[in-house]
């Protein structure tokens, strides 16, 4: 009997979220971390694999991570230069923290503030 396992884009999809969120999430949360991401289950060629009734598991640790809840505090420094850039170029709230939160999903490699400061530079081009 074949058993099926959950990859990075089955958790993503799983999540609503995209395949380097859950990348980003196994790099910056490592075994050792203080909130390390479930290991998984198996591997085939480097590519990791969750049993599908760890799913359950997989949304109590992201709903665990540090700083998520209301309010979430202040905005960093770079965020809220971001916000002020994206409002001058008619960018509602929700519509800028929506597009900042799909180029961080997108480049997982750069920090917020770098997409921010990037993002800004690209529109006074």
Not at 58 to 77: E, H
Not at 82 to 109: H, M, N, Q, V, W
Request: with cysteine; proline share 7%.
């Amino acid at each position: 009997m074949t058993e099926h396992f959950l990859g990075v884009l089955g958790i993503g999809e799983a999540l609503g979220v995209s395949r380097h969120a859950v990348h980003k999430w196994r790099s910056r949360y490592p075994s050792g971390s203080s909130h390390p991401f479930p290991e998984p289950d198996v591997e085939v060629d480097g590519a990791p694999g969750w049993r599908a009734d760890r799913l359950e598991e997989i949304v109590r640790w992201r709903d665990g991570l540090p700083g998520r809840g209301a309010g979430g505090g202040r905005p960093s420094a770079a965020r809220q230069e971001y916000l002020k850039a994206a409002s001058a170029r008619g960018f509602t709230r929700d519509e800028a923290i929506r597009a900042l939160a799909t180029f961080t999903d997108e480049f997982p490699e750069m920090t917020e503030p770098e997409i921010c400061a990037w993002l800004i530079e690209s529109w006074r081009s």
